[in-house]
């Protein structure tokens, strides 16, 4: 059963508190991509990355961290510099560059 | 810098009738453009792709065409059902950047 998990659905932060959100696909894509939803918003990207070893910053990396060490995952780390955190979080993957993308179920970020 | 913008912001509509959606962009250079739907508190879905050499792309009951000299994309969804009440995101992928621009969607609901 092919497909993007994300975990947690939910997740709640203290403020001063660095967290991570996973991300896992078994479609064998290399390009794998973060985004930030906010409440009747569209998408904004926050991190991506097109090979294992290599990512780019998006339109609002400050204040998060990614690691690519394996094609398959690629975790994003929401660090205590991101002053507004809370928001809908959503992972992402194609096959290449430009084709279409598969996005997970997303993970609910709240910061108490 | 690409701006998507999705106007209306919300649109609804008796159960049967045919509807367009409508996405425009500001810069031309793009790659492709993507109709995706979104359910309340879900990931995204991809409707259809349409790359930039490409008119219009169909499947079943959706059909979307692209103008890039113009900078607009329009989703006409045909004899619509309650079942297609959705959130309608449309992304642009820039030709050099490899990263794709949402609009804020059109959210649909289908009255019975």
């Known amino acids: 059963d092919g497909g993007i998990t994300q975990s947690p659905k939910y997740l709640f932060r203290k403020e001063g508190q660095n967290v991570t959100l996973s991300c896992e696909q078994n479609l064998n894509h290399d390009a794998m991509y973060w985004y930030r939803q906010d409440p009747g918003q569209g998408l904004r990207l926050i991190y991506y990355s097109q090979i294992v070893n290599d990512f780019q910053k998006g339109d609002i990396a400050e204040g998060y961290s990614v690691s690519r060490e394996k094609k398959e995952s690629f975790p994003l780390t929401v660090t205590s510099a991101q002053k507004n955190p809370t928001a809908f979080y959503l992972c992402?993957?194609?096959?290449?560059?430009?084709?279409?993308?598969?996005f997970g179920p997303g993970t609910r970020l709240t910061v108490l | 810098k690409q701006e998507v913008t999705q106007i209306p912001a919300a649109l609804s509509v008796p159960e049967g009738e045919n509807l367009v959606l409508n996405c425009s962009f500001t810069?031309?250079?793009?790659?492709?453009l993507q109709w995706f739907r979104q359910d309340p508190g879900k990931g995204l879905t991809s409707l259809l792709l349409i790359q930039s050499s490409q008119r219009e792309q169909t499947s079943g009951r959706l059909n979307a065409s692209l103008d890039k000299s113009s900078g607009r994309s329009t989703l006409y969804i045909a004899a619509s059902q309650p079942g297609d009440s959705a959130t309608y995101l449309c992304a642009v992928e820039d030709t050099n950047a490899g990263k794709s621009t949402f609009g804020d969607g059109t959210t649909l609901t289908v009255k019975p």
């Open positions: 992402a993957s194609s096959m290449r560059r430009s084709d279409t993308q598969y």
């Open positions: 810069d031309s250079a793009i790659y492709n």
